[in-house]
């Protein structure tokens, strides 16, 4: 079975403090992992995903296989970054995606 | 269009009501997918399509669930005999097929009473 775990619901730093949202997953082949942000009163987006492995917004993730982790992390926090964070997974031949259950986090002025 | 439609985007209704669910996709998308999402989780999958056919519905909870895209473009989600369990936002995306990224639509916000 799948299962992709975001330990924290909440998360707080300080403007131009490094960031980091965990994320591990429970995937028995090989996944394809991906977070999406949902920013105050807008639509879920993709924000990367690990086989491009790029920087978006300041943001990078490295897949490790062998701790099943996918952690986001930014190392200046900007207060535009506070928003909800979903990672979510998607299995090798499958169509849909498997989130976890997000992260807000508020980036403190 | 520009983006992702789902209408309406809130819909009260009462227990044991039928509910229909719009979602307009990206046009040329050739696949689109639902996704339910509960206070406090993360969206849910539920059914996806590519063109008209339903390719993978083993997300529905139930046979009260249904849903259909006959064109191969707009889709309607449809929950029949509906139960206080089933409030929730109704994620609709679409995307260029497999492999490709989703664009979400905005949600449907479902509260029964």
């Known amino acids: 079975a799948q299962r992709v775990t975001q330990p924290e619901k909440l998360l707080s730093v300080f403007k131009g403090a490094p960031v980091e949202l965990k994320c591990n997953y429970s995937y028995s082949g090989s996944p394809e992992l991906f977070w999406y942000v949902q920013y105050s009163r807008q639509r879920l987006q993709l924000l990367l995903r690990h086989i491009s492995r790029e920087s978006i917004k300041g943001f990078t993730a490295d897949l490790n296989k062998g701790e099943t982790s996918f952690h986001l992390k930014k190392p200046f926090a900007q207060e535009e970054d506070s928003a909800m964070y979903y990672c979510a997974l998607k299995g090798s031949g499958a169509n849909n995606l498997f989130f976890g259950t997000g992260t807000r986090l508020t980036v403190i002025p | 269009g520009a983006g992702v439609s789902q209408t309406p985007s809130n819909k009260v209704t009462e227990k044991g009501k039928y509910v229909e669910l719009r979602c307009d996709p990206i046009s040329g998308h050739t696949a689109l997918y639902w996704y339910r999402q509960s206070l406090g989780q993360g969206p849910e999958f539920l059914i996806y399509f590519q063109g008209t056919g339903a390719a993978d519905d083993s997300g529905l909870p139930n046979d009260r669930f249904f849903a259909v895209r006959p064109e191969g473009s707009v889709s309607t989600l449809k929950i029949q005999r509906t139960e206080r369990g089933d409030s929730a936002v109704y994620l609709c995306?679409?995307?260029?097929?497999?492999?490709?990224?989703?664009?979400f639509g905005s949600g449907t916000r479902l509260t029964v009473v």
């Open positions: 995306a679409s995307s260029e097929g497999v492999g490709y990224g989703y664009t």
